[in-house]
């Protein structure tokens, strides 16, 4: 029964370039979460999806970053042009539901530690 | 704006004593709370939550407890062990945005032998 699979765990960048994280939900999960942390604080909510959509890309930059979660495949989260200010580690999680409280509660996966030098 | 705060960066703590982690919240939407642990190099993990029409919970070793009125909720962890060395992160959510968590800045607990 594996849990959340996130690669590559570690990723580096030049800035300008493009970083792909991909995320594999638990099986049978079909609702995914992206949060950012940055160094020294909490995780940020990014995006949730659904298999085809996105239900609240709230916490999204409004440039450069797009997520998706293909009907077969990952979820991808895909930043454009990193900056230094990405470099972050990017975690991805997975729920039964399109809730996170009561017996729901989100899995998380260890982590894309992204560099951008 | 930060609304979830936890505001003791560090905490030390002998095997065997109770450890209490802090966060305060100040968003009167958030209706349920939850507590994740983590380990360096890794994701978070589920430890337990509270729904706000309770006032405590508990699971084995762990309690959670809320006090509504001061936007207030603590995790006890008695007898603390040295596996509990971690990060510790509360995070809260509000109906309607069940799916989006807002997390505090975590508290590194380290039991000492």
């Known amino acids: 029964n594996a849990g959340v699979m996130q690669n590559p765990r570690h990723l580096v960048r030049r800035r300008g370039q493009e970083a792909r994280l991909r995320c594999s939900p638990m099986?049978?999960?079909?609702?995914v979460y992206w949060y950012r942390q940055l160094p020294e604080e909490g995780l940020k909510f990014m995006v949730y999806l659904q298999k085809e959509n996105i239900i609240d890309e709230s916490g999204m930059p409004k440039e450069r970053f797009s997520a998706e979660f293909p009907k077969e495949g990952p979820s991808i989260l895909r930043i454009q042009q990193v900056v230094r200010g990405d470099s972050a580690a990017y975690f991805c999680?997975?729920?039964?539901?399109?809730?996170?409280?009561?017996?729901?509660?989100?899995?998380f996966g260890q982590g894309t530690r992204l560099t951008v030098v | 704006d930060q609304q979830v705060k936890q505001n003791s960066p560090s905490l030390s703590v002998q095997e065997g004593r109770i450890s209490i982690l802090n966060c305060d919240y100040t968003?009167?939407?958030?209706?349920?709370f939850l507590w994740y642990k983590k380990y360096p190099a890794e994701g978070p993990t589920f430890l337990i939550s509270i729904s706000s029409i309770k006032d405590k919970n508990e699971d084995g070793r762990f309690t959670v407890f809320l006090n509504k009125s001061a936007k207030h909720l603590s995790l006890h962890i008695v007898p603390s062990q040295p596996g509990d060395s971690a990060v510790y992160f509360c995070a809260a959510s509000a109906t309607g945005t069940a799916s989006k968590l807002t997390f505090g800045t975590g508290t590194r607990l380290q039991v000492t032998l």
């Open positions: 099986k049978g999960h079909s609702h």
């Open positions: 968003n009167s939407m958030f209706d349920y």
């Open positions: 999680a997975s729920s039964l539901t399109g809730t996170v409280i009561g017996n729901t509660e989100a899995f």
